[in-house]
Structures are given as structure tokens and as C-alpha cells.
């Protein structure tokens, strides 16, 4: 019997060992049995990553990409559904068997092509959408450029809600007044690289490659957490198009003249050539295996409406990237854009009758203020950009600019270089945290008998980290550093930047948004140094400058609409700016160092250009817009609109009118009214708004544009007759104060176009601008344009 027993439990444990040793099978059988589901999602017509798409599995698992398009998840054995979504594409389900073995799968998603659903890059650094930012944004689209005539990049965002463009100065939310080509507060990239000059800190609109554009991307707020100096006031970003599997080549011609201005006995052309324009565009992508290629160019002539203002110009422009098919995520490239340019402009008008269109000093001699330059352009972007397989992206960015103006009849002219290097990590943990961050280096020389010989090097790091909670809550925050050098004297430090915001998704298409941002610019040589003349007009240095500094904060809310097919996003914001140091572009008398107003009146004029640091600055506002798009009938109907109030005070200049009002009890109310007129910040106007749209019906498209811009109420008090208080009623340049007392009710401009999709590959165009012919003035002493038409032809191959 004892025997049984041993036996019986040598039988369990040999039985628990069976079970034991079955289980360690099973497990071992599980685990091979089970797939890995990996791949990467792209956008199916840019074959630009996508990130955060979700890939869910049969309702019950899920993971979303990483900065680099990867996705991966398990799959136990068996049949399942994988459906990728993403809110700014459609979405695709498949089916797929789990078999043991792992199984890679890249998709492309195609995108909606609705308003209600726009990819974003620039506040973020990565793919997102518009409506999950905390920022107010607004994107230009390359079908919003295609139909309506635009030349220049300046000239489509004049149609852009928020935003002015004045002599060529941007200016977003009223953030920026008009400088004389001298120093911008709005930082203009091209693929996230900047685009302003290394002298003058200015944009140069033509030589932006309008033909490459995929959309422009405009952030209304300061954003030098990122991008640093000179995005004190906002951004505007031009994506460009990388090639698709199917090559694309196009070609734009457009010829254009200008009609005579509604302006009596005024008009220099009457009975000669009317004013015109030309202008000629090509493009073409291709992907050859592993290369992207892209060639473009540009050849524009224009005898302006000014007269004796011209532009003749040629761009050309390339872009290649090499994707590496053995080491995979690396990517190489290079980027060149090349423009040489001459043309004539001048300051102001001589006067505001027979001389509205003539420049101030005629078009010769030593007191003319026709300016004749020959310029050059050249940009070389080298950069490489290497996506790991834990989700993170190394980039590295090289810039070489070269900026040469050569004024005719002169010597005066600047040749400036600038090396620009950056490089980039950003990673997406655990956790949904994004985190983007880098170090800017740039050099810039500068040898110019304009401003003197000039060195600068600029050092910035910088980082920003985005967190999502809850699916439905946004975090951002962000800090920078830079410090700014020239000619190897004192150290310029920006403080320490910061920014934060927060996106809430109340329901499907609510989203509601703050945020606040910290800015900075330093001054531009040209600011700085500058000493030059224009016929009788002076621009003067100011070696004493400093940085300015400032703030902006906001909240919004975004909300989408569906009505039957109709869709779209109405979005409110109110916003403050404020700023210290406000670098102030001041036109005046400007007397020499310990002089007086009589030792000044004894010798030559010092009329002219300076630029100045105001104490403090505060700008505040609200805006509405709309975007949207849906059909009537059979016909698709687009459309952009936008109302923008703002407040923008000199905190400096409403202390003394408080302090003068507060001791002259006796004034009256029209006289208090005048003095709370001079607290607003000259060149801006005070309410703008702007309205675009666009229907189809078959090959026939209809669109057009209006814009109102209320009047200027302050601009600077030489033009005038009232600064200094010694020229109080005597106008420096004639006529600007009749036609301001003529024109004080703003200006509204209509633009029109219409489009005939002739073939498949041939599209012809007709477009009217100021179809009214209304007269105004840009800014004192410019005129815009009067009525012009042209006629389009665009030609795909």
C-alpha cells in the first residue's frame, strides 16, 4: 500500500509537471503566434508623414503615429479591423489576419478637401490641426492664389483677415505701423528658414517663389519662443510642394496694363504708352526612384503706374531631396532660389494734383527722390533630416543668403551675407508629450557706404513641449534665449522668452483657446547705422537703439459648422499686445546733436526718417472670421472673410494728455477729442475688413475680393503741419493733408476675377483690380493702384 502512495504522488507531480510543461508551450505557441502590425501613414498627395493618426483595432486597442509616420501594435491571432483616422483626412479600414508572422503595412490617407479640416505646421513644428492650435491662424492655399492674379507673395496677404501689408511693410492685428524698408516685426520664413534681409531686416516679396507655394501658413501673435527676433508681432510661413508620384509641370502667363486713375488733369502717360505689366511663371516636379527634383522660375516687367517707377526681374529656383532606401528616415537635400532685379521707385508724390504720380524732385537731378537700383538675390539651403525608428527627428538646416543693392548714379549700395545654421530634435514620448527643440546659429556681414561695415552673430536655443490629456486637452509651453552681437561690442541679451497655451475640445468641431506669448526684436543695422539721403529726404542713424520688447495674449473660440453639405469654421478672438521699447520709424525734422531749433533753421534741412524707441505700447482688439465652402445647386461656393478692430495707444503720449487735461479744466469736449486722437499709434488703421469667395460651376469659376481699411487716423505730424510745434501749418511735402481731409472715410477696394477651365490642362483667366477705380493713398504721399486688368492663361503639361 505505502508503494501505491509513492507511485500516486509521483503521478501528480508527474502530472503537474505535464501541466507545467503545456502551459510553458502555450505561452510559448501565444507568443509566436502573435503578429506585429507595423508600417507608416503618409499624406497620399504630399508623401508627407502624418502624425498622430489613430490606428485602432477592432474597437478595442489602439496607438497613434509618432513624428515620423510610424505606427506599431499587436495583433493576437486571428482576423481583425485596423482603421486609420485622422481628422484632416479620410479614413481607410482594412482587414487583416494575424497569422504569427509580423506584417508591415505603409498607407496614404487622402486629405478632405474642406476649410473645416486644414493641416498646420508652423506654430507647432509638426503636422496638426488648425483647429487643435492655440493660436490664432490662418492659411492661403495654392487654389486661393491660382485664379486671382497675384504677382507677389505681399499682394495675397492684403486679402488675409488680420493682416496689412503697407509698403511692404507686414503688419499683423496692427502690431507694425510703416518703415521704410527698414526693420520688420513680422518674421517672414520660407519652409521655416527666415527670409528677411541681413542689413535692413526687411521682406523682399518677389523674391519669394510664389509658383512652389502649397499653402502659406499666417501666426497672428508673438512666436519667438520658436522662431526668435523679429517674430515679435506674428509669422507668415511659405510651405512649398515636394514632388508626387506623378511628375507635374506648369506654366503661367499673365499680361496686364493699368487704366487711368480717377484723378484730374494728373495723368504724366496721356497720350503715350499706358502703364502694363508681364509676368511669366513655369514649374515642375518629378520624382525620379529615390530623388525629388523641382525647377521654377519667374521673369516679370512692369512700367509702373508711378511714374517713372519700373521693375524688370528673373528667378529661378530649385529644390532636391534624396531619400535613402537602405537607411531608412534619412533624407538630404538642397534648396536654391536666385534673383537678379532692376528697378525704380521713389519716396512721395510731388504733389496731390498734377504731381500725384510723380515723384518729389522730378526724375533727375540731386533733388529727385526716384531711386534706381540694381539688385541681387541668392539663397543656398543645404539640409538633412533623419527620422529615428523610436520617433524622434534630428534635423539639421543651413541657410547662405546674399542681399546686393547697387543704387544707380551713386555709390551708395550694401552687399550683405548672412550663414545661418540650425539644428532641431524633436521626439513624441510616451504619454502624448511632443517636444521640439534646437540651437540657431547665424552670422551676418554687411559691407554697405549706406550703413558702414557691420558684423553680427546671433546664438538662440530654444524648446517647447506639447502634453494631450483626457483626448481632449492641449498644453503647450515654451522658452528661448538669444543673444545678438555687432562688431564684436556690448552683448545684446533677449530676456528669457516664454509662452504657454491651451487648446479644450468642448464638442466634435468646439474648440476653445488661450495663450500667452512673450516676444522680442533686436534692431537692424540699417536702423541702427543708416545715413543716407532721398532727393531732399534724410534717413538718419541711431546707434542708441535697443531691443524692443512686448507680449501678446489671446483667447478664442473655434467652431465648426455642417448645414447639409455646407461646411466651415467661424472663429472669434480677442487679443492685447503690449510693448516696451517700441522701435518707432519717425518721420520729422531732426536736429544735429546739442543744436537748437534756430541753429537749425540757419543751416542745411534735416527732413528725414529716424528711428526711435517709444516708452510703451499697448494694442488691443478682437476679430471674427470665416471660412468655409459648400454647393448651392450644382454650383461650389468657397469663401474667406474677416472683421478686425483694434485699439492701438502710445501709454507714453496718453500719460501727458491725461496729465494736460487733468491741470486745463476748461477744454471742450472737441478739443479733448483731439488730444485723445494723438494717443493712437500712427499708420494703423483702426477697423479693417475683408471679405473673398469663389464659385464653380463646371468649367466656369467666379470669384472676387473686397477689402476696407478705415482711415489712418494718425500718421506722423510733418506731413501734416503739426510736429515739430515750430512748422505747425506748413506741409513739408505738399498736398498729403488736403487729400487726408478729402479721403477720411477709409477706403474699400473690389478685385474680380473670372476663370475658364478650357481642357483638362488649359485654364484662361480674366481679372480686374480696384474695379471701381478708387483713389487712395497707401500711406502719405503713395498712391495705390488704379484699375488694371489682365488676362491669364495657365498651361499644365
Known amino acids: 500500500m505505502e508503494k501505491f502512495y509513492t507511485l500516486l504522488r509521483h ?53 497613434t503615429t509618432d513624428l515620423n509616420g510610424h505606427y506599431k501594435i499587436t495583433l493576437t491571432p486571428g482576423p481583425h479591423t485596423v482603421t486609420f483616422s485622422y481628422v484632416t483626412y479620410q479614413g481607410k479600414v482594412m482587414q487583416i489576419k494575424a497569422d504569427g508572422n509580423d506584417a508591415i503595412y505603409d498607407i496614404t490617407l487622402p486629405p478632405v478637401s474642406q476649410n473645416l479640416q486644414t493641416t498646420v505646421v508652423t506654430a507647432s513644428m ?106 515679435l508681432n506674428g509669422v507668415i510661413n511659405l510651405r ?47 520624382q525620379i526612384k529615390q530623388l525629388d527634383l523641382i525647377l521654377s522660375g519667374n521673369l516679370a516687367d512692369e512700367k509702373s503706374y508711378l511714374f517713372g517707377s519700373y521693375d524688370q526681374r528673373a528667378r529661378v529656383s530649385m529644390a532636391t531631396r534624396y531619400r535613402f ?74 541657410r547662405y543668403f546674399l542681399s ?27 504619454y502624448n508629450i511632443n517636444l521640439s527643440a534646437g540651437l540657431v546659429e547665424s552670422k551676418d556681414i554687411v559691407v554697405a557706404q549706406l550703413y558702414g561695415d557691420h558684423t553680427s552673430i546671433n546664438q538662440a536655443a530654444y524648446m517647447q513641449l506639447e502634453k494631450k490629456l483626457f483626448d481632449r486637452l492641449d498644453l503647450t509651453a515654451g522658452i528661448r534665449k538669444e543673444s545678438n552681437v555687432i562688431d564684436d561690442t556690448a552683448k545684446e541679451n533677449s530676456p528669457i522668452v516664454f509662452r504657454a497655451g491651451a487648446n479644450y475640445k468642448i464638442a466634435e468641431h468646439t474648440f476653445i483657446r488661450a495663450s500667452y506669448g512673450e516676444g522680442y526684436r533686436f534692431p537692424s543695422i540699417a536702423e541702427k547705422y543708416i545715413n543716407s539721403s532721398v ?74 526718417f529716424k528711428s526711435i524707441n517709444i516708452e510703451q505700447a499697448q494694442i488691443s482688439g478682437a476679430e471674427l472670421t470665416l471660412t468655409g465652402e459648400g454647393k448651392i445647386g450644382p454650383v461650389t461656393v468657397r469663401f474667406i472673410g474677416g472683421f478686425t478692430a483694434i485699439d492701438p495707444i502710445n501709454l507714453a503720449q496718453k500719460d501727458s494728455v491725461n496729465k494736460y487735461e487733468s491741470s486745463h479744466s476748461n477744454l471742450t469736449s472737441a478739443q479733448k477729442d483731439s488730444l485723445n486722437q494723438t494717443e493712437i499709434l500712427n499708420y494703423r488703421s483702426l477697423y479693417t475688413a475683408k471679405f473673398g469667395f469663389e464659385a464653380t460651376y463646371k468649367k466656369l469659376t467666379l470669384g472676387g475680393n473686397v477689402r476696407y481699411n478705415s ?87
Not at 189 to 218: C, H, N, R, Y
Not at 404 to 418: E, H
Request: net charge negative.
Open 404 to 430: 546686393s543693392n547697387v543704387d544707380y548714379g551713386s555709390d551708395k549700395g550694401s552687399i550683405a551675407q548672412s550663414y545661418y545654421y540650425e539644428l532641431r530634435y524633436q521626439k513624441n514620448f510616451k
Open 711 to 797: 482711415f489712418m487716423v494718425n500718421v506722423d505730424g510733418v506731413f501734416v503741419g503739426n510736429d515739430p510745434p515750430y512748422l505747425v501749418n506748413t506741409e513739408l511735402i505738399p498736398g498729403i493733408k488736403e487729400f487726408r481731409d478729402a479721403h477720411h472715410t477709409g477706403d474699400y477696394i473690389i478685385d474680380a476675377h473670372i476663370a475658364y477651365q478650357a481642357t483638362d490642362k488649359v485654364k484662361m483667366s480674366f481679372i480686374v483690380k480696384n474695379l471701381l477705380n478708387r483713389t487712395y493713398m497707401v500711406r502719405p504721399g503713395l498712391l495705390g493702384p488704379p484699375e488694371n486688368f489682365a488676362i491669364q492663361l495657365n498651361i499644365s503639361l
Open 325 to 398: 532606401k537602405h537607411i531608412d528616415g534619412l533624407m538630404v537635400g538642397v534648396k536654391a532660389n536666385y534673383m537678379y532685379q532692376n528697378n525704380g521707385t521713389w519716396l512721395v508724390w510731388a504733389n496731390d494734383s498734377a504731381g500725384i504720380l510723380r515723384p518729389f524732385g522730378g526724375l533727375s537731378g540731386p533733388n529727385s527722390s526716384l531711386v534706381q537700383t540694381l539688385l541681387r538675390r541668392l539663397n543656398i539651403d543645404p539640409f538633412i533630416n533623419y527620422n529615428l525608428a523610436d520617433g524622434s527627428r534630428i534635423s539639421l538646416q543651413a
Open 240 to 286: 512649398t510642394a515636394w514632388p508626387t508620384s506623378t511628375p507635374v509641370t506648369t506654366f503661367s502667363v499673365m499680361s496686364g496694363i493699368y487704366a487711368n486713375p480717377n484723378v484730374p488733369d494728373s495723368v504724366p502717360w496721356k497720350g503715350g504708352q499706358q502703364p502694363y505689366f508681364n509676368n511669366f511663371s513655369f514649374f515642375h516636379s518629378q
Open 11 to 63: 503521478a501528480r507531480n508527474f502530472k503537474g509537471y505535464l501541466v507545467g510543461f503545456a502551459f510553458i508551450l502555450f505561452i510559448a505557441h501565444s507568443t509566436k503566434a502573435q503578429t506585429i502590425l507595423k508600417g507608416i501613414v503618409k499624406d497620399s498627395v504630399t508623401q508627407e508623414v502624418l502624425v498622430g493618426v489613430v490606428v485602432a483595432v477592432d474597437s478595442t486597442q489602439s496607438t
Open 126 to 231: 509638426y503636422g496638426k490641426n488648425i483647429q487643435q492650435e492655440d493660436v490664432s491662424m490662418q492659411v492661403i492655399k495654392a487654389q486661393d492664389i491660382e485664379n486671382t492674379g497675384m504677382r507677389q507673395v505681399d499682394e495675397t496677404m492684403c486679402n488675409v483677415p488680420g493682416v496689412d501689408v503697407i509698403d511692404q511693410q507686414a503688419n499683423i492685428r496692427g502690431g507694425s505701423g510703416w518703415t521704410y524698408g527698414a526693420g520688420s516685426r513680422v518674421l517672414i520664413l520660407v519652409d521655416g528658414l527666415p527670409e528677411l534681409t541681413p542689413d535692413a531686416g526687411d521682406a523682399i516679396w518677389d523674391f519669394l517663389p510664389m509658383e512652389q507655394i502649397s499653402q502659406i501658413e499666417v501666426i497672428k501673435g508673438a512666436s519667438s519662443a520658436l522662431y526668435g527676433s523679429s517674430a
Open 535 to 608: 532727393g531732399p529726404v534724410s534717413i538718419f542713424p541711431d546707434p542708441t537703439l535697443i531691443p524692443e520688447t512686448g507680449y501678446s495674449s489671446e483667447i478664442g473660440i473655434s467652431q465648426g459648422v455642417q448645414v447639409g453639405s455646407w461646411r466651415g469654421i467661424i472663429d472669434i478672438a480677442g487679443f492685447e499686445t503690449d510693448y516696451k521699447n517700441l522701435i518707432d520709424f519717425s518721420f520729422g525734422l531732426w536736429l544735429p546733436k546739442n543744436a537748437t531749433h534756430a541753429d537749425s533753421l540757419n543751416e542745411a534741412p534735416f527732413l528725414g
